[in-house]
């Protein structure tokens, strides 16, 4: 079996693993990051996004031997000592119900706003569209992420 080399988070890790094995079973059963969650499989929820290289991707449809000498980060390792802007609006905010899905929408939110730091109501819902909650916090993540582009300007 081949081992690939992962920069995630900021540290190395080898792992073993079939060439197809899609990144995100890399990250919860190899190396035991279960912030990203599995959602449908298929990329349609955004429950499993992470970044890789800065643009927000979904992990379950990326196979583990695509993303050699790429940055990953997952949920974990988007802020190192505190909470990012991002997170800490989403507290203030008390976005989660259930929380199954806030992973990903976090690390959609933190990918769009490192790309646009001043957005519209309208920019926030296209770019959070791909994001499904099963909950409906749609309200609340929408206002999550303004507090956040403010927190980031």
Not at 67 to 95: C, F, R
Not at 129 to 151: D, M, P, Q
Request: charged share 20%; net charge negative.
């Amino acid at each position: 079996m081949p081992v690939y080399n992962l920069k995630i988070n900021g540290t190395s890790h080898k792992v073993e693993a079939e060439q197809d094995t899609p990144l995100l079973w890399v990250l919860r059963d190899h190396l035991d990051m279960v912030g990203t969650k599995f959602g449908c499989g298929i990329g349609q929820c955004g429950a499993c996004t992470i970044h890789v290289d800065g643009s927000a991707v979904r992990s379950c449809l990326l196979q583990v031997s695509g993303v050699e000498d790429m940055e990953i980060t997952t949920i974990e390792g988007l802020s190192k000592d505190t909470l990012h802007p991002v997170q800490e609006a989403w507290k203030e905010i008390d976005v989660p119900q259930c929380g199954y899905c806030q992973a990903g929408q976090i690390m959609s939110a933190a990918a769009f706003l490192n790309q646009n730091k001043n957005p519209d109501k309208k920019e926030i819902r296209d770019a959070m569209s791909g994001n499904i909650c099963r909950c409906a916090s749609y309200n609340r993540i929408e206002k999550a992420v303004e507090l956040a582009a403010g927190k980031l300007s």
